[in-house]
């Protein structure tokens, strides 16, 4: 299992991915990117660092919330338009669980040397005044999974468990999605 710390305090693991034996990188040539996530303002941030990462790899792609902003098209709709534009795979990125965790974060426990060294207004600063802070972490569970655009085949899959903060940052979501990238591509 892969991990990597965002921000300090939230983390990201991938388990290994699941590949179909007849998947070829080279065949992705140009990518519809779907994030069904927790709101609308995380699924645009997802899909839009998706889309910077692919395209950095040379892979024509884009976010589904440039076509359907607001709507749930039928499925006709939508394979229609990705055939007349010659898209090659589907990527989908989708919500499986959360969970809301509020950690009462204390300092450190203080040894005797530590007492000795310090004094003990250090310690009654950190206890009372300043030492203590509440953080709230979301734990999301997200299966991301590439098809193929034309016979709707399963191509690669993998799920990560990701925590992040009330308000992700832009980073924070770009070291989600590159750590799925790197696991599709193997580098």
Do not use: H
Not at 137 to 157: G, S
Request: net charge neutral.
């Amino acid at each position: 299992m892969l991990t990597f710390m965002i921000g300090g305090c939230q983390s990201s693991k991938i388990s290994t991915a699941w590949r179909d034996e007849s998947f070829r990188l080279e065949s992705i040539t140009k990518v519809f990117v779907v994030c069904n996530l927790k709101d609308d303002l995380l699924r645009r941030k997802a899909e839009d660092a998706f889309v910077r990462l692919l395209q950095r790899r040379g892979i024509d792609s884009i976010q589904s919330y440039r076509f359907y902003p607001e709507t749930n098209p039928e499925k006709t709709e939508i394979a229609g338009k990705l055939k007349r534009e010659g898209y090659s795979n589907v990527l989908i990125a989708k919500l499986l669980d959360e969970k809301t965790v509020t950690i009462d974060n204390l300092p450190a426990c203080m040894t005797p040397n530590d007492w000795n060294r310090r004094g003990w207004y250090p310690a009654y600063n950190e206890a009372c005044v300043g030492g203590k802070f509440i953080i709230t972490v979301d734990t999301l569970r997200i299966e991301t999974a590439l098809f193929a655009a034309d016979t709707d085949k399963l191509l690669w899959a993998t799920q990560t468990q990701t925590e992040l903060t009330a308000n992700p940052t832009t980073e924070d979501i770009d070291q989600w999605v590159t750590l799925v990238i790197k696991n599709m591509f193997g580098k």
